[in-house]
C-alpha cells in the first residue's frame, strides 16, 4: 500500500467513511484505503466503530439507554471482545518476532485489522497477505466467524462460536 504520512482527512473523505463504516460497508476513497491516512487518529476512530458495528444492535441500545449490566452481562459481546484481543495480541506477537515491525506499530496494524475483517468491513492499512501464514490464518478465522449476531457484520457469528465452545 502507498502510504502519504501527515495527510488530514477531509470533509469529503470523513463523511464517506463515516457512511461506510457503521454500516461496514467497507468504501473507501483512496486505492490504499485507510492506510492512505496513515493516522493513529484516523486509524483509532474507524476502529472504535468498526468494532461497534460488530456489536448486537439490541446491546447497543441497552447502552444507550444506560442499562449497562445488559451490555456487561452478555455473554456474546464478551466472547467477541475477548476473540478481538486476543487474535490482535496473537498476530501482533508474531509480527513482532518475523519482522521488524515495532510493538506499537504491530498493534496499531493488528487491532486494526482485525476489527476490520471480523466485522466484515474490509478497510486496510496494512498489507497483510505479506504478514507471517500464522497471522494470515487468525485472520481468516475473524473473517468465518464474524461478530455478534445481530449487527451488520458478516460470516458465522459469535453466538454460534460460542454454542459450539459449550457444547
Do not use: C
Amino acid at each position: 500500500l502507498g502510504f502519504h504520512p501527515n495527510i488530514d482527512m477531509n470533509l469529503f473523505d470523513a463523511v464517506n467513511h463515516a457512511l461506510t463504516t457503521m454500516p461496514s460497508g467497507g468504501f473507501g476513497t483512496h486505492d490504499a484505503s485507510i492506510g492512505y491516512y496513515d493516522s493513529v487518529l484516523v486509524e483509532a476512530v474507524i476502529t472504535f466503530f468498526m468494532f461497534l458495528t460488530g456489536i448486537n444492535f439490541t446491546l447497543i441500545y441497552f447502552a444507550m439507554m444506560r442499562d449497562w449490566e445488559k451490555l456487561w452481562s452478555d455473554e456474546e459481546f464478551k466472547l467477541y471482545g475477548f476473540v478481538t484481543i486476543i487474535a490482535s495480541s496473537i498476530m501482533a506477537l508474531s509480527l513482532v518476532f518475523t519482522s521488524e515491525i515495532g510493538i506499537g506499530d504491530a498493534f496499531r496494524k493488528t487491532i486494526f485489522q482485525a476489527v476490520s475483517i471480523g466485522t466484515s468491513t474490509g478497510y486496510s492499512t496494512a498489507d497483510f497477505a505479506a504478514w507471517p501464514a500464522f497471522a494470515t490464518l487468525i485472520l481468516l478465522f475473524l473473517m468465518v466467524v464474524g461478530a455478534s449476531a445481530g449487527s451488520t457484520s458478516g460470516g458465522l457469528k459469535m453466538l454460534r462460536l460460542n454454542l459450539a465452545i459449550k457444547a
